[in-house]
């Protein structure tokens, strides 16, 4: 993984005149900086909207990460929505008992890129960034389909409260070439919640150049995907909203077999720049044969229509519903058998 990345501004390129005995030090001492950075203990955060969860319990995972619940994430978000071709979405429902949510015929895409800044995937000596890339999409059950119409890009922001959140497909790289924090992610996430996680590591670099900010990933040594896109915050038009959400305690779910179904909640609070994707300084490409991320996003022949990004973005992830807490008089019940 040494080709990943983690950046928060734009790079800087070093200089190429000689180092001095002053530069030097300055050298030692960024590299002391930087050491210590990852040596921090590992929850950095100190927004006090976290506070309002505090700790439940933990999931010791098969990598012997213990996973702190409910799982709380800060990060930088760049998400794009748009539409799909709804019959080559459907092939890979055949089997679910869900079905996309319908924008003018069309099944709602959501392609997050995540620069995880600080998570609670790792050890709690170190500080545990990582980088990933998902794509969800809208559902509700098989028997209540919804339709709903194209009035605007904005459409495919789907906020309907019939409409149940869905992650399809997640690659997972790490930040700082270091390979724990997204491993304890793939192993807890799928271990607790179900999601289809990638079990090897992709080769992520993302970042901001100008004003701009861009994503790609490479997986088992094919380019998966690569966005680049002005910054809503830097385009005509922009809108600016603050979100502050909790979903019920199951909203969210995965695919039944690709891991394992689960129900759970989130909580999402964030400040969204928004404005309309435009081809004319923004692109992205999904190469259909880098395994079933590329394949499926590339055969759906997803369109992006309204860009997404934030630099706050705070989320935190619930026990998944289906776990059935035993009361005291069952307990007693089951120790008298």
């Known amino acids: 993984c040494g080709t990943n990345s983690w950046v928060q501004g734009p790079a800087e390129h070093p200089s190429p005149l000689p180092i001095s005995r002053a530069m030097a030090s300055l050298v030692v001492w960024a590299s002391t900086v930087a050491a210590a950075f990852h040596a921090a203990a590992a929850w950095q955060t100190t927004d ?28 930088h978000e760049t998400v794009l929505y748009g539409a799909a071709d709804m019959a080559e979405v459907m092939k890979d429902f055949e089997e679910e008992d869900f079905t996309p949510v319908s924008v003018g015929g069309k099944a709602a895409i959501q392609v997050w890129f995540n620069n995880f800044t600080d998570t609670d995937c790792g050890p709690e000596e170190k500080q545990n960034p990582y980088l990933e890339t998902w794509f969800s999409l809208p559902v509700t059950p098989k028997s209540a389909p919804l339709d709903l119409p194209l009035e605007s890009p904005m459409s495919y922001m789907v906020a ?51 004003n701009f900010t861009s994503f790609h990933a490479e ?49 999402f609070k964030a400040t969204m720049h928004i404005s309309p994707w435009d081809p004319k300084t923004d692109s992205i490409e999904v190469n259909r044969e880098a395994g079933e991320y590329g394949e499926m996003l590339s055969r759906w022949n997803f369109q992006p229509a309204v860009k997404v990004h934030s630099t706050d973005f705070k989320i935190v992830a619930f026990k998944p519903s289906g776990w059935l807490e035993t009361s005291s008089c069952e307990r007693d019940a089951n120790i008298a058998l």
């Open 48 to 75: 006090p909207w976290f506070d309002k969860y505090p700790e439940t319990g933990r999931y010791l995972a098969s990598d012997g990460q213990k996973m702190r619940l409910p799982l709380r994430l800060a990060s």
């Open 160 to 210: 309907d409260p019939r409409a149940l959140i869905w992650v399809h497909r997640v690659i997972c790289g790490a930040a700082f070439n270091d390979p724990v924090p997204p491993m304890g992610a793939i192993s807890g996430g799928r271990e607790v919640w179900g999601f289809p996680k990638h079990n090897k590591l992709a080769n992520i670099r993302s970042g901001y150049d100008g």
């Open 219 to 267: 997986h088992m040594g094919k380019p998966v995907i690569s966005m680049r896109a002005k910054l809503p915050e830097h385009t005509p038009g922009v809108v600016t909203v603050p979100q502050e959400v909790e979903t019920t305690k199951d909203q969210c779910l995965t695919p039944r077999w690709s891991v394992k179904q689960t129900r759970y909640g989130q909580a």
